[in-house]
């Protein structure tokens, strides 16, 4: 699997589809998470520091590794068989990823989400505008959502879409099976 690197390579995004037993829903997360993890350090195993790092953190958000103490901040997600990890050297990341799946109840759940906000105008973009909640909420932006939102509202396509908000970047990617957003904020 080859890592999308974003904003001028300052992000790395790895998504995979796993196999095994969803019905262990507790047992699955946490080959899940494991899984995310392995992603995150396979794509830096030229740099031992910073893999065993990775390796032996479990949580999102901010490590130190190496000699000067060097920052790395993380994000892992995980839904229905797919799993996605982000990291960063400039500052928090948030990643979410979501299973695409007829859901009837789409404009419900975003009028309860976003009651005085950004509303989506289909399925497609409810699941962009959730994704990208999320990604703001594990970065630490969730005020800056709706600005973000209403940015890439008219874009759906399937490329990687990179964007920002005065210093805040975004980006996102809709395939046949999965929406994937992230939010950087760099520091």
């Known amino acids: 699997m080859k890592p999308h690197l974003l904003f001028g390579q300052s992000c790395t995004v790895l998504t995979a589809k796993l196999v095994g037993d969803p019905q262990n829903r ?8 494991q899984a995310a993890r392995a992603l995150l350090a396979g794509a830096v195993q030229d740099r031992d520091d910073m893999r065993n790092a990775l390796l032996s953190d ?9 000699p000067e103490n060097t920052r790395l901040w993380t994000s892992v ?3 229905r068989g797919f799993v996605g990890a982000a990291l960063s050297e400039t500052g928090p990341v948030g990643l979410d990823l979501e299973v695409l799946q007829d859901r009837q109840n789409w404009a419900e759940l975003a009028q309860v989400a ?11 973009r409810f699941y962009l505008f ?18 973000i939102a209403t940015k890439c509202a008219q874009t759906v396509t399937s490329a990687w879409v990179e964007g920002h908000v005065d210093r805040l970047r975004y980006a996102f990617c809709i395939d046949a099976q999965t ?3 992230v939010v950087q904020h760099p520091v």
Do not use: M
């Open 77 to 79: 997600t995980h839904r």
């Open 179 to 181: 929406v994937r957003a």
């Open 130 to 147: 959730w994704t990208l909640w999320e990604a703001c909420l594990k970065c630490g932006v969730e005020n800056r959502f709706a600005e």
């Open 114 to 124: 976003w009651p005085d906000g950004v509303q989506p105008t289909d399925q497609i």
């Open 26 to 33: 507790s047992k699955h997360r946490v080959a899940q998470s």
């Open 58 to 66: 479990p949580r999102d958000g901010p490590l130190t590794y190496g």
